[in-house]
Nanobody
Framework: QVQLVESGGGLVQAGGSLRLSCAAS????????MGWFRQAPGKEREFVAA????????YYADSVKGRFTISRDNAKNTVYLQMNSLKPEDTAVYYC???????????????????WGQGTQVTVSS
């Protein structure tokens, strides 16, 4: 079993920055990919970013590429999402997710992920 706990959400003005953290426990952290998803009120959950087991490959939604950076520190069992140049449309609950097995692909589908955190609220004011 894997447990995930997000932190770092909050209220920020447009153009500002936040860094989200996701702490994992229960399974060897370095052996699976990690992802970030978000969900705004009344909308479907959408892919934001993902990172493979080694940290050597990253993937981003077009809406955040160039502004967000995903990274991981396997020694700390933690994945991060650095969010810069935030926009009001980035407002959502952000969820951390972990794959239970090593799989091929770009890790954009939520169906690949076996474990999910409870989410952290990010609000960007205009």
């Amino acid at each position: 079993q894997v447990q995930l706990v997000e932190s770092g959400g909050g209220l920020v003005q447009a153009g500002g920055s936040l860094r989200l953290s996701c702490a994992a426990s229960g399974r060897t952290f370095s052996s699976y990919a990690m992802g970030w998803f978000r969900q705004a009120p009344g909308k479907e959950r959408e892919f934001v970013a993902a990172i493979n087991w080694s940290g050597g490959r990253t993937y981003y939604a077009d809406s955040v590429k160039g502004r967000f950076t995903i990274s991981r520190d396997n020694a700390k069992n933690t994945v991060y999402l650095q969010m810069n140049s935030l926009k009001p449309e980035d407002t959502a609950v952000y969820y951390c997710a972990a794959e239970g097995t090593v799989v091929a692909g770009t890790h954009r589908s939520p169906y690949e992920y076996d474990y999910w955190g409870q989410g952290t609220q990010v609000t960007v004011s205009s």
